[in-house]
């Protein structure tokens, strides 16, 4: 998919990927990661493709007990609203959601080659020879139709159901969390744990880790895109913030993230809780939690060196309408006798001051400029600043979401 206009970078999940990368990086996660475009295109898994390709009817035999979803249970009244997103959970993914291979009426193929003529994976395998590895297709896109030789052809991919538990097995994954959604009936991590012992591996262990929403919108869906981005978050928040929304939870136990003046009791929530670390009085669990979010195993992440209140720093950045001159002498008139010799003294440890934006509701597409008030409104807008200082300037647009 090519990336979105102006891009610098080749494709869609490339332009996506840098944002997220760039994201984990400030919040001190470090990962190895493994491109799957990379992988199939230079061969890697080939010889997992032919494997799939010769146990074809073993593969189709586990994914046919998913194929007829049932009608979910009806529940009980609860007295705690049921968000969306749980519902679709509970009521599971199934396999006939999702295009597994047995779409061909020449039979199951858990194999989707990309259409020599357009490039899409609208693709349908109407031959298949175990001996030769000589392969017919036909895209149901345009009506091209070509042969290829599987044990040469590096142009597609396994579909989701098996490839998932080929990567399991290839790369000897132990230990992997998934959403929920994930573990309803029927989904792939269910279905993938029967098809990883075709490849010789063994479903990994990991615990299920529930929606995580945004306040004003229904649940997040990357296939859908226009929701938020890490990046999005770490415009308003300090990593630490937003480390600790999740380290104070279980994997398990949804929430909301809030973009809108909830930002602001949350930081004042955080601040209290950095005093009662420091003053040796927080419980056991928020000191877990706060220590979770504040370091890594490489070591504690950088941090505002000195910090004031949020609300304060919001109502600064609205009175002077980012004037960052301007700023400086009120913060420093707060305590004339330490006064601020920089703006970098308020500003998250070794990090650039981010636009600020407007926005009081999630973030969906283009920029918003923070210099202006909200469209026909008299009053200035008293949306959160970046971070714990906000310089008001044009955001950065989002697009879309991260693509893997």
């Given amino acids: 998919m090519p990336a979105p206009a102006g891009s610098a970078y080749p494709n869609w999940a490339e332009h996506f990927k840098a944002a997220m990368v760039a994201s984990l990086a400030e919040l001190g996660v470090e990962f190895d990661g493994i491109s799957q475009t990379a992988q199939y295109t230079s061969g890697v898994y080939r010889e997992q493709i032919l494997h799939a390709m010769k146990h074809r009817a073993d593969i189709d035999a586990i994914l046919e007990q998913y194929r007829t979803k049932k009608a979910p249970a009806k529940k009980q009244q609860s007295q705690k609203p049921v968000d969306d997103a749980e519902l679709e959970a509970e009521a599971g993914s199934g396999a006939a959601e999702e295009d597994d291979g047995s779409s061909g009426s ?3 193929f858990p194999y989707k080659p990309f259409c020599a003529s357009c490039g899409k994976d609208l693709t349908t395998v109407t031959a298949y020879d175990d001996d030769t590895t000589e392969l017919t297709y036909v895209c149901t896109e345009d009506g091209f139709t070509e042969t290829v030789l599987l044990s040469e052809f590096n142009r ?10 080929m990567r399991w097995a290839y790369e000897g994954v132990i230990f992997e969390p998934s959403g929920v959604d994930h573990s309803s009936p029927g989904s792939s991590f269910q279905v993938g744990g029967q098809i990883v012992g075709i490849f010789g591996g063994e479903r990994p262990i990991g615990p299920m880790y529930a929606f995580v929403g945004i306040s004003g919108m229904a649940k997040m869906s990357s296939s859908k895109g226009g929701v938020p981005t890490p990046g999005d978050a770490l415009q308003i928040m300090e990593p630490q913030l937003l480390r600790w929304l999740y380290a104070r939870r279980r994997p398990n136990q949804s929430f909301k993230i809030a973009f ?7 930081y004042d929530e955080w601040d209290k809780l950095d005093g009662k670390v420091a003053d040796g009085s927080a419980l056991p669990a928020d000191l877990a939690a706060h220590s979770r979010a504040v370091r890594t195993a490489a070591g504690e992440l950088p941090r505002t060196p000195r910090p004031m209140p949020y609300r304060t720093l919001a109502s600064v950045a609205d ?3 980012g004037d960052e001159d301007q700023s400086l002498r009120i913060l420093s008139e707060l305590d004339p006798a330490n006064p601020l010799s920089t703006l970098d003294e308020v500003r998250p440890g070794s990090t650039r001051p981010r636009p600020g934006s407007t926005r009081t509701s999630p973030p969906t597409s283009g920029p918003s400029c923070a210099t202006n008030p909200t469209p026909n409104s008299s009053s200035p807008s ?3 600043p970046s971070n714990r200082y906000g310089c008001c300037a044009t955001a950065s647009p989002t697009t879309g979401p991260w693509t893997a």
Avoid at 156 to 165: A, I, Q, R, S
């Fill in 260 to 266: 809108d003046q909830e930002i602001q009791r949350l």
């Fill in 156 to 165: 597609g991919k396994l579909v989701w159901k098996v490839d998932w538990p």
């Fill in 319 to 321: 009175i002077t309408a």
């Fill in 106 to 108: 020449a039979g199951y």
């Fill in 382 to 384: 008293t949306s959160p």
